[in-house]
């Protein structure tokens, strides 16, 4: 009976050790889930794997596809029998115009499928350095904290040897509550960046992870701005939207102006329509040339303003450095300290907000020139 007792606790006491185990890795695997190490590539990868968006225009692809080859096996059989064909639409099937219009489709279709990739890309790199600027915030409100407590230990030791008044501790006081408070939100700002960042990764919003790559300046190769005009007026998606119906429209007047003479109501009609989109094709390649131009600029701005603004984090380090040790010294006022103390962290958030605008102005000079982000941004004007 004993034997049997001590065989059952023996097996209950293997259990539970096994059960802590299991548990312990199970934290730990929960865990590196929840925090762990993520590149920015490969959070575009991520965000492309199983991604609707993608599935959709890759459908609307294969739809095309499939439209462009029925409309080129009825040309060809149509083409062979040209002669027989006395109307209009007989006349349109025959030279091509249907099979035209089925191949821009597919033209136009698969160039939104590199629009959508493009659109992504960008969008994950932008939120990435997003998240990685909030948390430097993070670390800018911290230090800031730490300077506003370091104000009010000296204050507080200066009043208990009857060196300052008690305004002074009351001042000291409101201004590490400040900045407990602006570390607090920067905080709560961060936790936003995340989950946005999540969002765009298709990831539970609550995923935690550690950003590996970081914001850094370094000076924009030197480029032709001229080549990369003419790459964006073959690149971009409004190029080649605008190029494709002008080209069908163009053709479609040709054929109607085998039929129909000037004044007649169809002919005035395509005639009009192939203008309008030969203008509209004018209007994108001007617009293109503009934005890249435009691009460009905000480039060398963010540029310019990142040296500035690094001199000035250094200056004004220097400048609170000094500060601090004279208001121990007793040969500063406190008022300086903490005017020296805001405008550095001030300076130090602009800094680090310039390096962000680099890095998307960057981006959108890049995407300029490319296939562009649509219409409705910087490069897609």
């Known amino acids: 009976m004993k034997g049997v007792v001590k065989m059952k606790t023996k097996i209950l006491s293997i259990t539970l050790v096994a059960l802590l185990l299991f548990s312990f890795i199970s934290t730990g695997e929960e865990l590196a889930r929840e925090e762990s190490g993520l590149t920015l590539k490969e959070a575009k990868l991520l965000a492309v794997s199983d991604n609707r968006t993608i599935k959709v225009a890759e459908l609307s ?10 409309a080129n096996k009825a ?31 597919l033209n136009i279709s698969t160039a939104s499928l590199d629009l959508t990739h493009k659109l992504i890309d960008f969008s994950v790199e932008s939120s990435y350095f997003e998240a990685v600027n909030g948390k430097d915030n993070v670390d800018i409100k911290s230090l800031a904290y730490e300077r506003a407590q370091k104000l009010y230990d000296n204050t507080s030791r200066k009043y208990e040897l009857g060196l300052v008044a008690k305004t002074e501790i009351l001042s000291a006081e409101s201004n590490l509550l400040q900045a407990k408070m602006e570390m607090d939100n920067s905080i709560d700002d961060a936790g936003y960046d995340d989950m ?17 790559d970081v914001l850094e300046f370094k000076v924009y190769e030197e480029i032709n701005l001229e080549e ?24 479609y007047f040709e054929i109607i102006d085998i039929f129909y003479n000037p004044g007649v109501y169809d002919y005035d009609k395509a005639l009009y329509q192939t203008e309008k989109s030969y203008n509209n094709l004018l ?49 500063a006022t406190q008022y300086e300290v903490i005017d020296a103390q805001v405008s550095l962290k001030e300076m130090e958030q602009a800094y680090t907000q310039a390096l962000l605008g680099y890095k998307l102005a960057q981006l959108n000079f890049e995407a300029s020139y490319g296939i562009g982000l649509g219409t409705g941004s910087p490069a897609g004007m």
């Open 61 to 70: 692809v294969e739809k095309e596809l499939v439209n462009y080859e029925e």
């Open 75 to 105: 040309y060809k059989a149509a083409k062979r029998n040209a002669d027989s064909f006395f109307n209009l639409a007989g006349k349109l099937l025959a030279k091509g115009y249907y099979n035209r219009l089925a191949e821009m489709g």
């Open 196 to 212: 946005a960042l999540n969002k765009v990764l298709g990831q539970p919003l609550e995923t935690k992870h550690e950003l590996i």
């Open 228 to 251: 990369k005009v003419s790459e964006a007026l073959e690149n971009r998606f409004e190029m080649l939207s605008s190029r494709e119906a002008y080209e069908s429209d163009k053709m």
């Open 283 to 331: 209007d994108a390649e001007e617009n293109v040339r503009l934005s890249v131009n435009k691009a460009y600029i905000d480039l060398k701005k963010a540029e310019r303003s990142i040296g500035t603004l690094e001199k000035s984090v250094e200056m004004l380090r220097e400048v609170y450095r000094l500060m601090d040790l004279s208001y121990e010294l007793g040969t």
